[in-house]
């Protein structure tokens, strides 16, 4: 591996050179398309005499500089032109094979459309360039095809020209006004549907919306463009922001490595993230479209209009973003339920990242393949990060700090420390702690102890954290902690309610005039990315359950409430002993359920239990067998005792058309299979007298617990009907690899060879192997180790087809240090089998070679 260099932050410098302008000229012909690539070059160092480009797999067909031939060395992954000029045109042309690139980063094929893909450092796959972040230039793009296969020509920017050539081709020109850094570049030409809207802004100015997709997906294009339009009004309510371009489009292709791209004015998404009818997406699957098409938008301003100075200041972008659209989703929709979704992400998948192999701050310090730090600790924590600033220093400040951080950076490619300190400048609140959670890596543990002192009325915190050390990082500092909290009395009513600031390693808070001993709800609303430890008792966590004024707080009540039941069996189980679940436990579930003022919504996400990853993160180690037999345990016996109550509610809610009835009714139907077989009657009939796509599938993932006549039957329905719409069975192929029945992964195997799965498209890959490795757990980690051969194969097989895709997917292989010692050693020796390719890629070498501790 002898490209495997690890890139440091410590070591960034600033360009030598810069390109102000560039020309691109695109001539589309299959496998010999060629580019033109004119720069405008500046020297920014009078001291450099030698021009560094970066370029990956093209062939060079000329280089000049001022319309003169000059000479170049051409290395691996680089071009080298010495000079003495100050600032020079340089043109080079290169020549592509679109057909033959299946890594989908540069210019590819997708379905028969030319498609681009150039984050993090895809530009340099279609022409040589000054491929980072913080070298901006104009750009004017044109781009000619044949007229009939690719009659849309689309890139960055305002359309300023367009024309027909000779032999039944054509041309467009675009004009991108905004200085941009190349990973923003996109082109896409094609042949598809159009839905066309316009958005008027508050300055009345007219916006042309588009949305391209696939031929015959017209009609699954409008909730796309309505979210889009319900983005521009937000953004510019919520956070003052305008959209600054003539026309906004966005291209559906269904060879995507990502979810979308924001590329300037021309956003290239994942069909999963556009097309919805009711007939063929979910409820969660609207919700999702609305959320990205969000995030994609809210880049125009927090990531195109400011970028990111290198790439390890990702999280500028990203972590801002990602709460950006967090707050969009709550002001449209549920903020509790939302708020809920965002916690799990943290606490399911960032909280392993974090305790992993590839534990990193969301500012990373160093990286070998920088495709590797698309992570949740970048994007998800990040976004944690950005809402305890706008914890401490609450909607108005936060928003001075935004303005701020526009007047001074619009334009330019700045740094995490640079927003950090526009916040602290428009508040006046001082930070320098705060910025600690940016270079960090791990997940602090908070301790919390009480006391009352009922004669003077006192109650007392003593909060203590610590953050366990990491491979890179030995030395943990105390943190800055918004930590939110309520006091409830007897009787449920709240006492105090305030966010108070943990800075040191052990901090005592006092409270005056608390005339009872109150029932404490710590980090409301998760306001903070910690492990809390706390001694709850039953009878407080039922009454949290109950009066706690958060929402949010009542969920979090009740997965402590469950996980503790858990747990007590996994600890029955391995003395031998019975397990049995408490009937307060019972009883308090029973109270949610036959509550009349609950939010639905909630009502389901609180008897969807802990998943498996999410308890394996609340232990040290695990013992896998226990836990699984555990949980299935606990999740029958308050399914059985809530029997009734579970089919009321199932027969109430039978009509009712809203996501949130939908939501809680499948979640009856769910637990009612683990009451007895003879619900399968309900599950069947719900899937035949479905008029959506959310019933349907929430019939079929309630039989999906193993397998009888009646899942096989209703499978096989759901092949036959959907089976020319790759999206839909996305959604069958997932059914297969998370069914709970031990020829789970015999049936995996042969899905491979299914007419609807292809390793060359990641879609089909994270349905079938990818919802496997981390939403099967108990399959996955077989004892006889076949999971892990499974995901092996399937991991080498995308080494060479697509190793960003493979990199993504490795990532339950290698978080082995919580299972016994017989998993380890075959995990491990999965992870050598990867070590010993002759051709690994660096995303796979990075993940595999920290794993193995190398």
């Known amino acids: 591996m002898t490209q495997a260099q690890a890139k440091y932050l410590k070591d960034y410098t600033a360009p030598r050179f810069t390109i102000t302008h560039l020309d691109l000229s695109f001539t589309l012909e299959g496998k010999e398309t060629q580019v033109v690539a004119k720069s405008q070059v500046v020297r920014l160092d009078s001291t450099a005499t030698c021009l560094i480009l970066d370029g990956d797999e093209m062939k060079i067909l000329s280089v000049k500089i001022n319309g003169e031939d000059v000479s170049y060395k051409q290395g691996l992954t680089n071009l080298s032109i010495d000079t003495q000029l100050d600032e020079f045109q340089l043109e080079i042309v290169t020549q592509l094979d679109p057909e033959a690139n299946l890594s989908l980063e540069g210019l590819y094929m997708s379905d028969g459309a030319y498609c681009t893909q150039c984050e993090a450092e895809g530009f340099r796959r279609i022409t040589y360039f000054l491929d980072r972040p913080d070298v901006l230039a104009i750009y004017t793009v044109r781009i000619e095809a044949d007229k009939t296969a690719f009659p849309y020509l689309l890139s960055n920017g305002n359309p300023i020209e367009k024309g027909s050539l000779d032999g039944d081709r054509h041309f467009a020109k675009w004009h991108d006004p905004f200085p941009k850094p190349a990973y923003l ?125 290198d790439w390890f200041q990702l999280s500028l972008k990203e972590g801002l973003t990602v709460f950006r659209d967090q707050e969009f989703s709550s002001d449209l929709g549920s903020r509790a339920v939302n708020r809920i979704h965002a916690i799990k992400v943290i606490k399911n998948q960032q909280f392993a990242e974090d305790s992993g192999p590839m534990s990193h701050p969301i500012r990373p310090e160093s990286v070998i393949e920088m495709n590797n730090f698309y992570t949740v600790t970048v994007y998800n924590k990040g976004a944690e990060v950005i809402r305890m600033l706008h914890t401490l220093l609450g909607e108005q400040k936060f928003q001075a700090g935004m303005q701020l951080y526009f007047q001074r950076h619009d334009g330019q490619a700045v740094t995490c420390d640079d927003f950090v300190a526009a916040m602290q400048d428009a508040s006046g609140v001082d930070l320098v702690q705060f910025k600690l959670w940016y270079s960090q890596s791990g997940t602090p543990v908070v301790t919390v102890e009480e006391d009352y002192d009922e004669v003077n009325a006192c109650y007392r915190l003593t909060i203590k954290q610590t953050t366990p050390e990491s491979a890179e990082q030995k030395d943990k500092q105390a943190l800055h902690i918004p930590f939110d909290l309520e006091l409830l009395s007897g009787q449920g009513e709240s006492m105090l309610s305030a966010v108070i600031d943990v800075k040191q390693a052990s901090q005592e808070f006092i409270f005056n005039d608390i005339t009872e001993k109150p029932v404490p709800s710590l980090l409301q609303n998760f306001s903070a990315p910690v492990k809390l430890v706390f001694d709850y008792s039953i009878e407080q966590l039922v009454h949290l359950m109950r009066f706690a004024s958060s929402e949010v707080a009542r969920w979090e009540a009740s997965v402590t409430l469950v996980s503790q039941s858990i747990w007590d069996n996994v600890a029955n189980l391995q003395l031998n002993q019975a397990m049995h679940v408490d009937p307060r436990v019972v009883d308090a579930y029973r109270g949610v359920l036959l509550s009349p003022s609950l939010d639905l919504a909630l009502v389901a996400e609180i008897f969807t239990l802990p998943s498996v990853s999410a308890l394996i993160e609340q232990a040290e180690s695990v013992e896998l067998d226990a836990l699984g037999t555990a949980r299935d345990y606990v999740a029958e016996e308050i399914a059985t005792a809530c029997e009734d109550e579970l089919v009321t509610r199932y027969r109430e809610l039978a009509g009712v058309d809203n996501a949130a009835a939908r939501a809680l009714k499948n979640t009856c139907l769910f637990l009612l299979q683990k009451v007895s077989d003879e619900y399968q009657e309900y599950a069947e009939d719900q899937y035949v007298q479905a008029a959506n796509m959310t019933d349907s599938l929430g019939a079929l993932q309630a039989l999906n617990g193993e397998a009888s006549s009646v899942r096989t039957r209703l499978m096989a329905d759901y092949e036959s009907k959907w089976k020319s719409t790759p999206l839909v069975m996305d959604k069958w192929l997932t059914l297969h690899a998370t069914c709970g029945d031990d020829k789970c992964l015999e049936t995996l195997v042969a899905l491979t060879d299914h007419e609807s799965f292809s390793y060359s498209n990641p879609n089909r890959v994270r349905s079938l192997v990818g919802a496997f490795a981390a939403g099967n757990l108990i399959q996955f980690h077989d004892i006889e180790g076949k999971g892990y051969d499974f995901l092996t194969d399937a991991i080498i097989k995308l080494n060479k087809v697509n190793p960003q895709v493979a990199a993504r997917i490795i990532t339950p292989l290698i978080q082995f240090k919580k299972f016994d010692s017989s998993r380890q050693a075959m995990m491990k020796a999965s992870l050598e089998r990867i070590l010993g390719l002759p051709d690994l890629s660096k995303d796979l070498y990075e993940k595999v070679s920290k794993a193995l501790g190398l």
């Not at 809207?197 to 696939?214: C, G, H, M, P, Y």
């Not at 979210?227 to 906004?248: H, T, V």
């Open 185 to 309: 570049f996109a082109l896409v030409a094609g042949d598809f549907d159009l839905l066309e809207d316009e958005f008027i802004t508050r300055s009345n100015r007219a916006v042309k919306l588009q949305v391209f997709v696939d031929k015959g997906n017209l009609n699954k294009a409008h909730h796309a463009i309505a979210s889009l339009k319900k983005s521009m009004a937000w953004d510019e309510s919520r956070f003052n922001l305008e959209y600054d371009l003539d026309i906004y489009m966005i291209v559906a292709v269904d060879f995507f490595n990502m979810g979308a791209m924001e590329n300037k004015g021309l956003n290239v998404f994942n069909t999963k993230y556009v097309l919805a009818d009711t007939s063929s997406a979910t409820d969660e699957d609207y919700h999702g479209i609305e959320a990205v098409v969000g995030h994609e938008y809210f880049h125009n301003w927090t990531g195109n209009r400011v970028t990111c100075r």
